[in-house]
């Protein structure tokens, strides 16, 4: 976690420099980015907020996911990841987004979408993109892996 905490100071640098915010939607990273970020002195100053929005009725209730997407491809999907981004981002106000939903196991998984499928996306003032990830390992790697991810692909996005 070490590089990732680097990689947090510089996003946190940058965005402080250029006037910008972020927030989060985290599913089944259950707050582990924002705890990532909340451990550096200087957060306060881009981010937003963040929510843990675990169950399907909350990414409805809370990011206006719809029920018809929830229904028709489930909370570990492109298209509710997407909606969670633009759900968060309207929320918060902010400037980038980061959200989060897959199946860390070590329960959950299908054959269609096995324990470590998450979908990760990441939204900013020009562009949003949703990424497909397969994870390894047990419920915590799972979770960590998606965390950093997430964390490296902000990162990307911001040009660090």
Known sequence: ???IQNLIEKIIQQLTKEHKTVSFAESCTGGRIAAAFTAISGASEVLHGSCVTYSNDI???WLGVSEEVLEKHGA???PCVVQMLEGIQKMAGSDYAIAVS???GPTGGTELKPVGTVYIGVQTP???EVF???FNGP???VQEQS???AIEKLAEVLGI
């Open 102 to 104: 897959g199946i860390a």
């Open 59 to 61: 990414k409805h209730l």
């Open 76 to 78: 570990v999907s492109q």
């Open 1 to 3: 976690m070490k590089n």
């Open 139 to 141: 419920r915590e790697a």
């Open 126 to 128: 020009f562009s949003q």
């Open 132 to 134: 497909h990830c397969n």
């Open 147 to 149: 965390t950093v991810f």
